[in-house]
Structures are given as C-alpha cells and as structure tokens.
C-alpha cells in the first residue's frame, strides 16, 4: 500500500468512527452539559446564601451525581424546608437529600414533649 493509499484508509477509518460514535457521545455531553457537582453545588451555596432568612444559618452543601445533600441547623421546620425548595429550584438538581436539624426543639422523650420518664 502506498504512503497515499495509507492515509486515504486512516481518513476514511476516522470518518466511520466518528459518525458511529458522535451522535452517542454528542448527546451524552449535552445531558449533563454544565451540571457537574461542583457547580451544583456553588450554585446551591449561592441561593441559601442570598436567601435572607437562610443566609446566617449554618447549613452544608454536599452534591453527588446531582443530588444535593443538606445538612446542618436552622430554628424552625419552615426553614428546613424553605432551604430544601431552594436547593431543588436549582437548575441541574435531580433530588435533594435533607438532614437537616431544628436547633433547640425539644425531644419527644422529653417531660415537656409529653415524653413519660421512669420513676
């Protein structure tokens, strides 16, 4: 086979390869196009940051294969969930995990609770 010959042939192979595998791997590039976990995450921080009930809480952010994980303490349930809308209002989330606490709530093995203690 000549030099000419030889890379007519490598050509030609490129060209196959490319339209078997481009439009798989196109599509596969463009579904998770700008959702990395690490920007999902920044993202997240942002919006409880800027949130002006959220922002002096102290809250984690943690994403794994787009989902978020929230941990961390607030003062009311209205904020657990108030933080958990706005992780999944991010645009890239595909669920948000949510641990967390409510500070100083009492426990429901409390006497205040109405929790019985042993006499």
Not at 18 to 42: E, M, R, Y
Not at 74 to 80: L, R
Not at 105 to 110: D, L, V, W
């Amino acid at each position: 086979m000549s030099g000419w010959q030889a890379v007519k042939t490598t050509l030609i192979l490129m060209v196959w390869l490319a339209l078997l595998g481009g439009p798989g791997a196109a599509s596969a590039q463009q579904k998770g196009a700008g959702f990395n976990d690490a920007v999902i995450t920044g993202r997240v921080t942002s919006a409880l940051d800027n949130d002006p009930v959220l922002r002096d809480m102290h809250i984690s952010v943690e994403t794994r294969d787009r989902v978020v994980h929230l941990r961390g303490f607030v003062d009311s349930m209205a904020q657990v969930d108030r933080a958990a809308a706005l992780a999944r209002r991010v645009e890239g989330v595909s669920a948000v995990r949510n641990a967390i606490r409510v500070t100083n709530r009492p426990s429901r093995a409390s006497p205040a609770a109405g929790g019985r203690t042993r006499a």
